[in-house]
């Protein structure tokens, strides 16, 4: 490499701004820049969040004034003169400067933004789409687009606990490719309004899109589903499974999961959600029990798995040390990698990296940023979660990966089995 050519990746500016997400909360965009390129990342934000999660830099009134100051001060002097294309230098130097276990000095949420937005500057130095320059490891014939597990119905935190379990969400396993598999599930997303509206059940759209409905159990949420995957023409299981985020944190209390009208003892629980799987064409469960309870979350891996994949979220919050416990332990084969759980993108690989079926995740508090389609499709991850299929935070996501199979058409992902998976 010629001194010249490393002038060229040279950081030249580095700017900080509070944008709005799409619950009308602030969150940070932070913009780097070289010489003739310059890339945005932008922080999402979480509303059911797992204890361990880095930790979010707020004000006491949920501005950023401080968040915004400590970069302008810290961060963006220490990037100055970096080289775009080092990101583990430059995480590594977030990580340092933050300087504490759970990064809550500087704040998770400006080392994403900043992290994201270091990726993006080296992505566009380098000519290329980030999912592109994260590829380069890959030989472009044999990538894949991530499977798309896509909410329908909203529950829990993003719907003011109407429903006990937070998503209701669909993979569609069948399909060959992302067009396909994106008009499958419209045609379940408008069966499903179709069939509340109908009955008087709907009442809005909840965090991430997916319809709010008035349904007086997670049986009926259940039972629904199943009969809007049919109107739609689909068979269940064989071209279209139901994945369940249980979030399970959110109704444990005093010993007991609170489960629609019920206080059930954690056995009593497991027993229920396992009947569930028997009963409905189920292929994942994410947190279905709470993180402090791992030995029934161990409960419900031993009668599932491996029929489905067992998702860790809050229990391992991305951090690649908790997920290798977990496989260990058999709690999980498999879990979400939100990369702003930890705090920078060099971390959030490395926990995919540990984990035997990484599900590349966005947040319920989101923007029209798209880069979580680069980065799932860029590391190769077998699926991808946004939320729902409406709002526009949401189809920008989608969207993005129709115009990338537009342009490089590439196969779906198969539904990973979990015996298969060579790091379980
Ligand atoms: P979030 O939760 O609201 O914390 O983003 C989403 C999820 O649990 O997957
Ligand atoms: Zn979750």
Not at 92 to 108: H, K, P, V
Request: net charge negative; charged share 20%.
């Amino acid at each position: 490499m010629t001194e010249a050519s490393d002038y060229r990746y040279r950081i030249r500016s580095a700017e900080i701004m509070p944008i709005y997400d799409s619950r009308a909360r602030q969150t940070l965009s932070v913009t780097v820049c070289t010489a003739d390129a310059s890339g945005t990342g932008v922080a999402p934000a979480g509303a059911s969040r797992g204890h361990h999660e880095a930790h979010e830099l707020r004000d006491p009134d949920g501005g950023l004034i401080s968040a915004c100051a400590k970069f302008r001060q810290e961060i963006a002097p220490r990037l100055l003169g970096m080289d775009c294309r080092n990101q583990l230098g430059i995480d590594e130097a977030l990580i340092t400067l933050d300087s504490t276990d759970n990064r809550s000095r500087l704040g998770a949420n400006t080392l994403i933004a900043t992290s994201m937005g270091a990726i993006a500057l080296a992505a566009a130095s380098a000519g290329m789409p980030l999912w592109q320059y994260l590829a380069e490891a890959h030989e472009a014939t044999e990538m894949c687009m991530p499977l798309p597990q896509i909410q329908i119905l909203g529950g829990g935190a993003h719907a003011d606990g109407r429903l006990p379990l937070q998503d209701f969400m669909v993979v569609p396993l069948g399909a060959e490719d992302w067009p396909t598999a994106l008009s499958w599930v419209a045609e379940v997303y408008h069966a499903a309004g179709r069939l509340m509206s109908e009955r008087g059940l709907l009442r809005g759209v909840a965090d991430e899109g997916g319809w709010w409905p008035n349904l007086e159990s997670s049986e009926a949420a259940l039972d629904l589903l199943v009969l809007a995957i049919e109107t739609a023409g689909r068979k269940p299981l064989d071209e279209i499974a139901i994945s369940l985020d249980i979030a399970a944190n959110q109704f444990y209390h005093d010993g007991c999961y609170h489960v629609d009208g019920e206080a059930l003892t954690p056995h009593a629980w497991v027993e229920k959600l396992l009947r569930w799987t028997r009963r409905y064409p189920i292929r994942m469960v994410e947190d279905p029990c709470a993180e402090d309870d791992p030995v029934n979350y161990a409960a419900f891996y031993e009668g599932f798995h491996p029929k489905g994949l067992i998702v860790g979220d809050d229990l391992v919050v991305s951090n690649g040390a908790r997920i290798r416990r977990a496989v260990k332990d058999r709690q999980i084969n498999a879990a979400l990698i939100k990369p702003n759980q930890v705090g920078t993108l060099t971390e959030a690989h490395e926990a995919l990296l540990s984990c035997p079926v990484p599900i590349v995740s966005a947040r319920s508090g989101e923007t029209e940023d798209s880069c979580i389609v680069d980065l799932a499709l860029g590391w190769q991850a077998p699926l991808i979660k946004v939320g729902s299929i409406a709002r526009g935070e949401r189809t920008a996501k989608w969207n993005r990966g129709l115009r990338i199979h537009q342009a490089h058409p590439m196969p779906l992902m198969r539904f990973p089995h979990p015996d298969n998976q060579s790091k379980l």
